[in-house]
């Protein structure tokens, strides 16, 4: 099983990589080396402040959209194009297939940040001139936005089990934004009455919760992030992002392929 | 077949298992979140300038968003009888900026501002500025004198800004004719506790927000004590001026024929009734405006 | 013992906008291959026989029936390792050269790391694919991804090759060096099952056929039968069209071009035939026997539908 499981994930990885994926990393750079000098010309005592926000930002961002656009063809692409059939007449579990391709594209983004990361310290030794004890906070928010990926991935793959790839898309980008503002839906059903609190906080809680992954604010203006948020931070992710990818395998145990 | 239906069962269950567990942690989550004071980013925010131009557009929505997480961060402290409200006062300048017609945010955000602690932010002066932002920007909209003069009169106590408040407020193409009496009242330039019921009774018909309509309430019962409260004293010392003593007890004012009966607070309990003839409530704490016989009187 | 076994294999589709109608793409299908065997599964275009292999490979589910593979339920994954599976007009992973394809198909199907890399190279060289090297599969011709398809079907040593149209999309050679590939897994003892509507490679490779027409087994026949020597009609071409009137009771099928007859005679009225044609002087051109062949069966088994159904 579990050679089965490495081998779909690394192929996945693979096909990321061979469809040029990473080449978004040169963007980053880019987006780095050019905007770093207009910090301090914008607002000077704040350019460490503004860098953290944008690299942290773009590293966030440019994951969610590679998440979402090889997201979504995850699955739908294989039926579509009929590479299953040479698959699943292998003793490969249909589990396995999803778990895999799950696995596969979390690597991919998670390589992706991890490059981003060094090129984002290196520009804070740069263009900031060194680093401080509290720049070990910066880690805590990547970490958080690796989580965020686990579940956007999760949410892309279940839509790419059903959906075609235009509307994946569109459920995929609409669940981001409503994650964003992941505490305001809850604050939100806090404020109704009746049937429709109930409704509303059951809505509340199916979605996503971005917003309390997003410590950028805080470690920007160096605020440390405290251990027990990253616990149940992690613990939400882990077990959002498996009930979501579980979802997908029922889905696609039943499901009769073209 | 068999095969495929354990599977179903199996991701069934664990689906509903993992998501149950992600539920729990997400309410940890949030609650260590509230601690840390989930809003810093407000602060964090250069101005309300900067929100709208980084909305892209989407500045109404985003002010509905800043105006609900105003109301639950004002809801969640008032429950537990905080008395820090610093964030109340960048988010609603925030929402303002976002939606500058944002009527409510003036109307409500205000008062939330300027009641005394712990019932509000006790932040009058900040409290009129929003309003007047308000008024700056929606100038047909008559009721935000209102809010103005009323916020002048009961927790700045500035009587003259208060007249001038319902003065301009009357002067606005279709306001009711209650404004012209109001700035008639207001002449008084002092306090005087029929006109701050006026202004609290109409605050309880006119809000829609739950928490002021039962502060309104609060307040209203207390006036109404204050008041009879100042009647049973004069009462106290009609007996003083006929029997040369202070009553003991209400029967003896009864007997005396100054009272018809036990008088009861707004609450249904019995006043107390003290040697020297002043007059109190039995449980301040459900009283908790009184302003001449509060707990603090002593004569 | 039985390599494949299928008992009432159906699949319905549920058509329609509000998905009320059905459609039956395979009815009931009941069929048995030995082990060893190379089997036939015949018929045209939309007759079921690619449904039957989805249904075979967990592709799609059954609306009923079930079937065994070497005595295992056949939607057990375990019962993969020994089986190849090569699809219709297959499509691979484009990004990948055909070793890689390879390696981690093999992978997939538990070929041991020790083995792979030989194995794989083994393999190339066996569907003529030696010299790819690193090509990307994307810049394949559809010949040479079909020799790709045939040796992923076969990288695991399966026991039982399923073959869907294996000849489709290849030019001349390359059907002869399929038909060579098949012909020596035949010889290995390979069971094998492919589906094709071309009659002469299931002619010449098959042990057994079954067709189908409209998704429902037509028939069931050993090839061998079909080779029988015997003549049962005889086709005769003569000049002289005035002959037929004598002839015309003992003739079937009789076609007229200018003077020219060619008609259908039994074998046994033959002699009666010509001795009637030589006394009204007609000018005998050929007398062929006609053998029966595996094209007469498949006709005679798709067209009986036509003869059934009963217009509405």
Known sequence: MTSRLSAITWNTFREAVRDRVLYNLVLFVLLLVASAPLFSQISIGLEKLMLVNVGLSSISLF??????????????????????????????????????????????????????TVGFYVALLIFIGGLKKTDAMLLAAIYFILLQFMIMVALTLLFSTFSTPIFSAIFAFALFVIGTFGEDLKNFAAMSHGATKWLATAAAYVMPNFASLNVIAQVAHEQSVSAHLIIFNTVYAVLYSIAVTTAAVLIFERRNLK | MNRSRKVTVICGALLLVLFAGSVMARRQVEKIRGKQATLEDVLYLPSGKTVKKLSLGYSSLLANIYWTRAVQYFGSRHLNSSSHYELLEPLLEITTDLDPQLIVAYETGSIFL?????????????????????????????????????????????????????????????????????????????????????????????????????????????????????????????????FKVYPEEWSDLVRAGLLRGIPVDPNGVPYKLRLDGTVQVEDPKQLPYLERHGPKEKK | MLAIEIKGLSKEYAVGFWKQQRRPALKSLNLNVEAGETFGFLGPNGAGKTTTLKLLMGIIFPTSGSATILGQDFLDPEIKRRVGFLPEQPYFYDYLSAPELLDYYARLSG?????????????????????????????????????????????????????????????????????????????????????????????????????????????????????????????????????????????????????????????????????KLRQQHAQLISVTPIHRTLEDYFLDKTREEEKESVPS
């Not at chain 2, 008559?142 to 301009?168: C, M, N, P, S």
């Not at chain 3, 003569?238 to 099928?253: Q, S, T």
């Open chain 1, 63 to 116: 994951g969610v959209i590679i998440a979402i656009f090889v997201g979504i063809g995850l699955v739908s692409k294989e039926i579509e194009k009929k590479t299953l059939y040479t698959i699943l007449s292998r003793p490969v579990r249909r589990w396995e297939f999803i778990a895999g391709k799950y696995l596969g594209l979390l690597l991919t983004l998670v390589v992706n940040a991890a490059l981003m």
């Open chain 2, 114 to 242: 300027s009641q005394r602690v712990p019932e509000g932010a006790g932040q009058p002066d900040k409290a009129a500025a929003l309003v007047e932002k308000g008024i700056r920007a929606n100038p047909t909209y008559w009721r935000l004198y209102f809010t103005l003069g009323f916020i002048h009169y009961v927790d700045r106590h500035d009587y003259k800004a208060a007249q001038e408040a319902f003065q301009k407020g009357s002067e606005v193409p279709g306001a009711l004719p209650w404004m012209k009496i109001m700035a008639a009242r207001m002449a008084e330039k002092a306090y005087d506790p029929s006109t701050a019921t006026y202004l609290w009774k109409t605050i309880f018909e006119t809000t829609h927000d739950p928490t002021i309509k039962e502060s309104a309430a609060k307040h209203l019962l207390s006036l109404r004590a204050d008041s009879e409260m100042d009647e049973l004293e004069r009462r106290a010392q009609a007996y003083y001026e006929r």
């Open chain 3, 111 to 275: 070929v041991p790391a020790t083995v792979r890399k030989q194995r794989i190279g083994e393999l190339l060289g066996q569907v003529g694919l030696s010299d790819v090297g690193n090509k990307q599969l994307r810049k394949f011709s559809k010949g040479m991804l079909q020799r790709v398809g045939i040796a992923q079907a076969i990288i695991h040593d399966p026991e039982v090759v399923f073959l869907d149209e294996p000849m489709s999309g290849l030019d001349p050679v390359g059907r002869h060096e399929v038909r060579e590939l098949i012909q020596s897994l035949k010889d290995r003892g390979k069971t094998i099952f492919f589906s094709t509507h071309i009659l002469s490679d299931a002619e010449a490779l098959c042990d057994r056929v079954a067709v189908i027409h409209k998704g429902e087994l037509r028939g069931v026949g050993v090839v061998n039968d079909f080779r029988s020597s015997v003549a049962e009609k005889t086709e005769v071409i003569w000049l002289g069209a005035n002959a037929l009137g004598v002839v015309n009771d003992l003739v079937a099928d009789p076609h007229i071009t200018s003077d020219t007859v060619r008609a259908t005679a039994h074998s046994s009225d033959l002699d009666r035939v010509l001795e």
